[in-house]
């Protein structure tokens, strides 16, 4: 199965929509998504979409982590949202739900 992601605006909040396989053959359209998000000064929410992902390892959790501090520094909040029960486990075992808004 391939992989996708989708970005969607509205207001001050942007969405990553991420469909398929979450692992280390994501990362340049992971931050080539994600780049002009934290360059637009208007968005100050970003939400990583989970619904879809099936697959999950520890590249995407270092991909969150970039995004997180890179969004921190601008004064933006990361929120991953809506993750499979499988990604919502992996979440829990690595902490991220203490560092992460998790919806």
């Known amino acids: 199965m391939s992989s996708q992601i989708i970005v969607t605006t509205a207001g001050g909040s942007a969405k990553i ?7 280390f053959h994501m990362q340049r359209e992971f931050r080539t998504a994600y780049t002009p998000i934290l360059q637009d000064e208007s968005i100050r929410t970003i939400e990583i979409e989970l619904s879809k992902v099936n697959y999950l ?10 995004l997180r501090e890179r969004s921190q520094e601008l004064g933006k909040v990361v929120a991953l949202v809506s993750p499979t029960d499988t990604v ?5 075992i690595a902490k991220f739900d203490k560092l992460f808004k998790l919806d």
């Open 57 to 66: 390892d520890s590249s995407a959790l270092g991909m969150l982590m970039l």
């Open 88 to 92: 919502r486990k992996i979440f829990v």
């Open 17 to 23: 929509h991420i469909d398929g396989r979450f692992d």
